[in-house]
């Protein structure tokens, strides 16, 4: 087998979805096919669902030795967004 056999590029095929265009309701957004193929945009509220989370907490891991504790804690920078 030569160099030239091997692809030089992978593509990959992915899945192909139909866009639903709609009205973005700003005027600075319409006629563009990338913004209006997107979501409606989020009011505050909705925002703040998505984004908030608290932390998982488990009431045995306070039982753990502090070593295995700090561990724990770490998971805090993981799940905590604050807005």
């Known amino acids: ?3 030239f056999d ?3 590029f992978h593509f990959s095929r992915g899945t192909f979805v139909e866009a639903d265009y709609q009205d973005p309701l700003i005027e600075d957004y ?3 096919p990338l913004l209006e193929a997107l979501p409606p945009i989020w ?3 909705t925002v703040v669902q998505k984004l908030a989370s608290r932390p998982k907490f488990h ?3 306070r039982e753990l030795p502090v070593h ?3 561990h724990c804690v770490q998971r805090i920078s993981r799940d905590f967004f604050q807005l």
Do not use: C
Request: no cysteine.
């Open 6 to 8: 091997i692809p030089l």
């Open 1 to 3: 087998m030569s160099e």
């Open 43 to 45: 009011d505050e509220k």
């Open 30 to 32: 319409r006629s563009n």
């Open 68 to 70: 295995l504790r700090l």
């Open 59 to 61: 009431a045995s891991e």
